[in-house]
């Protein structure tokens, strides 16, 4: 299996609040790519009626999915806050449009952001490789259940005998880490607040 240069998730939350400031498309699809750790492709061809933010849920399609098999995303607050936020520059079909109708932004389009606006960043991760940071941090930081953990990553449990019997998908446990990742992705630039504010 190959191994991607991916950002030590320690380094995650100050990189984050930059992105925040971002007002390009390619920019806030690279943080909802983040705060959901999906991956790139589920991300650029994102429509807006795979979403039901009435259960904070997104619905990705199988023919959407690296693996063949639908997949729910649970969502924090942080990644509807940008959507919201996204609504008014996007178009009636796709959440991150591309420039030509009817089509969406290109896969290479967060690597070029990366490479332009963060090259410290670029060198240091690949865009997949933020999902090991989600998974490095589920791991090393919480003692959520690996299964849990998996199926935010939209992973397949290799055993068929095992998965046979593994019928649910975990979304209350999955909403739970969602919403600790979005809080640990947040405390640094809160903290950070706080120290500017005694500075002023």
């Not at 790519?33 to 061809?45: D, F, M, N, P, Q």
């Not at 520059?89 to 796709?94: A, K, N, T």
């Not at 070029?112 to 606006?117: C, T």
Request: glycine content about 2%.
């Amino acid at each position: 299996m190959k191994h991607h240069r991916s950002l030590p998730y320690e380094k995650l939350p100050h990189f984050i609040n930059q992105l925040k400031k971002s007002n390009s498309l390619s920019g806030m699809s690279l943080l909802f790519l983040i705060l959901t750790a999906s991956r790139t492709s589920e991300v650029i061809g994102a429509k807006w009626n795979e979403f039901n933010l009435d259960f904070n849920v997104w619905n990705v399609p199988e023919d959407r999915i690296k693996t063949r098999i639908a997949h729910t995303v649970t969502l924090n607050k942080s990644s509807i806050d940008l959507l919201e936020k996204i609504k008014p520059f996007s178009d009636e079909v796709y959440v991150f449009p591309g420039s030509k109708p009817k089509t969406h932004i290109s896969n290479n389009a967060m690597l070029q952001f990366l490479k332009e606006n963060h090259p410290e960043i670029h060198t240091q991760s690949v865009v997949h490789g933020f999902r090991s940071s989600f998974r490095d941090w589920a791991e090393e930081q919480h003692n959520f259940s690996r299964r849990a953990i998996e199926l935010c990553l939209s992973h397949q449990n290799d055993n068929k005998t095992e998965s046979a019997y593994l019928r649910t998908n975990l979304l209350n446990k999955r909403h739970h880490i969602m919403k600790e990742w979005d809080l640990f992705l947040n405390e640094n630039f809160i903290e950070a607040a706080q120290i500017k504010s005694i500075k002023m």
